[in-house]
């Protein structure tokens, strides 16, 4: 297979699975089924959003003061559209050295496989009618969702894994997150841990990549003990 850039796809003999679980604190959480973990933080892209939001807010608030296509409108229009745009080539930027590191640490573990967990349902489903849940979503998790770059997060790992000869599949993620791979029973994690009256405690964003891998290879949930993870700041 050949890509645009003329980079043929490497043949690659590996047999390692990895799962990923895409976050929005931590951008990839990855679990493989020989125990190595990795987390890669996206704490870089989220304050480039929120340094970005607080600009453009305050631009807005200033042209609403201001007669619309009036010289000191069109001015504070140029810096909202400057603002969009570092921050966009700032977010790709984050995005390709994410991804790229995932890329990396997939050659050092051999890997052949990569399943991910299909999170379109999260983003599309933003504010949720009153009889679907009880409980409306915030404006600013409605936010944080609106802005998360889940799809540019695949579409770079898709092309950037396929030219080292490994291949991703999206997978049904549906409580991987919520359920216990020890006793079944879920619960809704409260904190960075997630915990289990049966005993069972792990990170929980380790957590949701080790239940998606299990089910994708097992086809029900089990333990992964991890013997080593690693966790990355993209700087």
């Known amino acids: 297979m050949a890509f645009e850039d003329g980079i043929n796809?490497?043949?690659?003999?590996?047999?390692?699975?990895a799962a990923i679980d895409l976050g929005e604190i931590h951008i990839i959480a990855s679990v493989t089924n020989q125990g190595q973990g990795l987390i890669i933080t996206g704490r870089k892209a989220r304050s480039?959003?929120?340094?970005?939001?607080?600009?453009i807010?305050?631009?807005?608030?200033?042209?609403?003061?201001?007669?619309?296509?009036?010289?000191?409108?069109?001015?504070?229009?140029?810096?909202?559209?400057?603002?969009?745009?570092?921050?966009?080539?700032?977010l790709t930027d984050a995005l390709h050295k994410?991804?790229?590191e995932f890329v990396h640490w997939c050659l050092e573990n051999t890997i052949k496989d990569v399943v991910v967990g299909d999170v379109e349902g999260i983003q599309r489903h933003t504010?949720?009618?009153?009889?679907?849940?009880?409980?409306?979503?915030?404006?600013?998790?409605?936010?944080k969702l609106s802005q998360w770059t889940f799809s540019k997060t695949l579409r770079y790992l898709q092309y950037?894994?396929?030219?080292?000869?490994?291949?991703?599949?999206?997978?049904?993620?549906?409580y991987t997150a919520q359920?216990?791979?020890?006793?079944?029973?879920?619960?809704?994690?409260?904190?960075?841990?997630?915990r289990?009256?049966?005993?069972?405690?792990q990170h929980r964003d380790l957590h949701g990549a080790s239940n998606i891998l299990t089910q994708h290879i097992y086809g029900h949930y089990q333990e992964i003990v991890l013997k080593e993870y690693k966790y990355l700041r993209i700087a």
């Open 196 to 201: 289990c009256a049966c005993g069972y405690v």
């Open 98 to 100: 994410t991804t790229r």
């Open 160 to 174: 950037k894994l396929a030219a080292e000869g490994i291949s991703l599949k999206k997978v049904n993620e549906a």
């Open 48 to 55: 480039i959003k929120r340094l970005r939001n607080t600009k």
């Open 127 to 143: 504010s949720p009618k009153k009889k679907q849940t009880k409980r409306k979503r915030s404006r600013r998790t409605n936010q």
């Open 9 to 17: 796809s490497k043949e690659n003999l590996d047999q390692g699975v």
């Open 179 to 194: 359920t216990c791979p020890v006793c079944g029973k879920r619960k809704k994690p409260s904190s960075r841990k997630y």
């Open 57 to 90: 807010k305050e631009l807005q608030r200033k042209m609403a003061h201001c007669q619309k296509g009036s010289r000191q409108w069109r001015k504070y229009r140029r810096a909202l559209n400057y603002i969009l745009s570092k921050s966009r080539a700032q």
